[in-house]
């Protein structure tokens, strides 16, 4: 015994594969010899006595896996977090541990019982105490990150493993002395490779091959320059003798049966307690949320953002409403490798409704713009949600929100303006980074927000159920019914395929009757309604027998040619040459169209914008003041209206593509619905709703 290390194991009195709770027991269930692995221990505890203390714990009846301590809890100085197990197997552990805990006068934390950890098996502490790597993905769940953080007052970087032979972080990762560390990646996300690589450099990582780690040379005990494992091919010897540790190998096949080795039979109790965190050059930033952050999993969301985006937390306080009304706060210190990733980071954090602490609380930076429509590289871009900036000393609220602008701020009065790049003029000033600013949503909202997720989700697995289309419909024919007779304003965004699949006429009455006050698409919606309307044809397809027309492929080019002649879509109607449609009703009822050109464009129309600087200012001046967006069956359009749209807004997305309807609920918008199905059926049944509503004389409030 040469230091004051200690470890503490238990013997395998009544060890054996009683169950299968990972990959490594099946098949193996009582095929284990408790001869042979009292043999194998002892020798491995042989090695460490040899170099530290070793502590016991009396082995109990029952609980076959005791023998692996390293799940018995963490241990941080004279701190310990309990493990929960998440398996039901493995529970009755926890008591045995606890009390010898105790009884060493250890402070011990226990987690919540629905929130496993599993102990030093899945948390490592670095091996010059900085931080501690923490997984999960398996047995440890991600949020007791957060309590291990805040009560070992420690930075905890979280590692996601992704191999189910890989279960436990301490089956594949292993610290070693002077900052070298002994891993497999491939058994980790590549957010979580990208996180090692940014802690430690290149030539103190030891990655290892699979021939290695499924002999669990990860799984080693490590006391100064001394690598303690069940067995390691003589490239990996080679690799750590050059980085000056000596490998001791020790059989422990028994013990691998249970998917465990060297470092699972033992935990190490005397864990370096660094008085200062070390400096490490990383970057904080302290913010705090408010709300219903445990029942909306908004919280959650904000770990899981910080840690996707490549930083890491510490919850410094968490405190819990009372009552299920009443609202929680958490102050959370985030950390991040960079200033790039910490921006990144911060920028997500302030959508869902983070704000800086009031004593950290800065005025935004503003940078003058010296070259016209050409903002500096750190700006900030704008969301669509309800945004405020402090300018000295003062929250003020931003004008014309929109997405992917920058905020333009004139101090005199002061005034905060969202502008888009290309409208910045030199003088400007324009805010940088994402001091001083915060997002001004309701507690509900975000709430909402993170909810949208889940939601969307369902939706890109192509399973709106017909009920679910049904009830979208229902509630759609509502807000229009009851927006009609509000004075509201429904502006409707859609594509040719409306045309295609019998959808023009249903569109056609929609504005007849009222319910829509401005239409936005692009050159072909109108080439082919117009082409129905005076050949009836849709593409060269005769939209009543939907059977191919003879020189039909000309078809879409003849109505092109007519609205020429006329010299617009208004003179074609004045003249009598248009005399149906969804373009026609459009004139007769004055109601608004923008046609935004593409490259795709045949003729075009004479009203089709081709320059599209003025066809967004168009589209722009028409949703402003909208209630409803119907957006059906255009993704150009579609995403190009939902970028310029301010929360608020409520939108129902039609695609039958789910892809394109999660596409706009990743801007994240709190009012978008979105139907995965055929828009001329969703046409058909919403006209049908509408009239069902009509016919019961319903009054709509
Ligand atoms: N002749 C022309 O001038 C011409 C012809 C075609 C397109 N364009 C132009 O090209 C641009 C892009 O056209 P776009 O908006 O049609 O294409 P787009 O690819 O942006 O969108 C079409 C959308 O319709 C969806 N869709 C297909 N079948 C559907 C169905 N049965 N029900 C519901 N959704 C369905 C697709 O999933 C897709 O998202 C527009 O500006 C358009 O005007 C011009």
Redesign the pocket.
């Known amino acids: 015994m040469t230091s004051s290390i200690r470890f503490l194991m238990c013997a395998p009195h009544h060890y054996e594969v009683d169950y299968v709770i990972n990959p490594w027991m099946e098949g193996n269930i009582h095929r284990s010899s408790l001869e042979t692995a009292q043999e194998q221990w002892q020798n491995l505890y042989q090695i460490i006595a040899d170099r530290a203390d070793v502590d016991l714990v009396k082995p109990q009846q029952g609980w076959p896996d005791m023998v692996f301590t390293a799940n018995a809890g963490l241990i941080l100085g004279n701190q310990v977090v309990l493990s929960r197990f998440l398996h039901p197997e493995r529970q009755g552990e926890e008591p045995f541990f606890k009390e010898w805990f105790e009884a060493q006068g250890h402070q011990v934390f226990t987690l919540p019982p629905e929130l496993p950890f599993e102990g030093a098996g899945d948390a490592l502490l670095d091996r010059e105490g900085r931080w501690l790597w923490a997984g999960y993905g398996f047995r440890t769940e991600l949020d007791s990150h957060g309590l291990v953080a805040e009560w070992l007052n420690i930075e905890v970087l979280s590692l996601h493993l992704m191999d189910e032979r890989f279960y436990h972080l301490d089956t594949c990762f292993c610290p070693l002395t002077n900052g070298y560390l002994l891993y497999y990646p491939p058994a980790f996300d590549a957010y979580s490779n990208r996180l090692i690589e940014l802690r430690v450099p290149p030539e103190k990582r030891i990655a290892i091959e699979e021939a290695d780690a499924i002999n669990f040379a990860c799984n080693s005990v490590n006391i100064d320059s001394l690598v303690i494992m069940n067995k390691a091919s003589d490239e990996l010897k080679a690799r750590l003798a050059e980085a000056g540790f000596e490998v001791v190998e020790t059989p422990l096949t028994e013990f691998l049966k249970a998917g465990g080795a060297a470092k699972c039979l033992t935990l190490r109790v005397t864990e370096p307690l660094h008085p200062e965190p070390a400096k490490t050059g990383l970057l904080s930033r302290t913010v705090t949320m408010t709300g219903h952050l445990l029942d909306s999993g908004l919280v959650s969301r904000a770990l899981d953002l910080v840690m996707e985006g490549g930083g890491s937390f510490q919850v410094l306080n968490f405190d819990l409403g009372e009552q299920r009304q009443s609202t929680s706060s958490a102050d959370i210190r985030v950390s991040a490798p960079s200033q790039e990733i910490m921006d990144e980071i911060m920028a997500q954090l302030i959508d869902l409704g983070a704000v800086a602490l009031p004593a950290e609380q800065q005025d935004a930076h503003l940078v003058t713009i010296t070259q016209a429509g050409v903002a500096p590289d750190d700006f900030y871009s704008s969301t669509i949600y309800p945004t405020e900036v402090r300018v000295r000393g003062e929250w003020v609220r931003v004008q014309g929100q929109r997405m992917d602008g920058v905020i333009v701020v004139s101090e005199s009065e002061p005034v905060a303006t969202c502008k888009l790049l290309r409208d910045l003029a030199v003088g400007d000033q324009v805010i940088v980074g994402y001091d001083g600013i915060r997002s001004v949503r309701s507690t509900k909202d975000r709430s909402r927000a993170a909810a949208a997720t889940e939601e969307f989700s369902f939706m890109g697995s192509g399973v709106s159920s017909e009920r679910r289309v049904e009830l979208i419909v229902e509630q759609v024919a509502w807000d229009l019914r009851r927006l009609r007779d509000q004075g509201g304003k429904v502006a409707v965004v859609a594509?040719?395929?409306v045309i295609?699949?019998g959808g023009g006429d249903h569109l056609s009455r929609l504005i007849r009757e009222g319910y829509v006050q401005a239409l936005l698409?692009?050159?072909?919606?109108?080439?082919?309604d117009i082409e129905q309307a005076m050949l009836g044809t849709s593409?060269g397809v005769d939209m009543k027998q939907g059977t191919s027309v003879r020189g039909g492929h000309r078809h879409?080019l003849r109505a092109?040619n007519s609205i020429r002649r006329c010299g617009s879509i208004a003179n074609a109607v004045d003249q009598g040459v248009l005399t149906r449609g969804v373009l026609y009703e459009c004139v007769k009822n004055d109601v608004p169209f923008s046609?935004?050109?593409?490259?795709?464009?045949?003729?075009?129309l004479p009203d089709?914008k081709m320059d599209l600087l003025e066809a967004q200012a168009d589209y722009a001046r028409l949703i402003e003041g909208c209630d409803l967006i119907l957006m059906?069956?255009?993704?150009?359009?579609?995403?190009g209206v939902g970028n310029m749209t301010p929360a608020g807004v409520k939108m129902v997305c039609?695609?039958?593509?789910p892809?394109?309807v999660t596409k706009l609920a990743d801007r994240g918008s709190l009012e978008s619905t979105g139907v995965v199905?055929?828009?001329?059926?969703?046409l058909s049944l919403l006209v049908k709703q509408l009239d069902r509503l009509t016919q019961r004389h319903v009054v709509v409030q």
Request: net charge negative; proline share 4%.
């Open positions: 594509g040719p395929v295609h699949t698409g692009g050159n072909a919606i109108a080439v082919h593409l879409h092109i046609l935004a050109g593409s490259i795709r464009d045949d003729g075009p089709t059906l069956s255009t993704m150009l359009h579609a995403i039609v695609d039958i593509n892809a394109v199905t055929d828009v001329g059926l969703f």
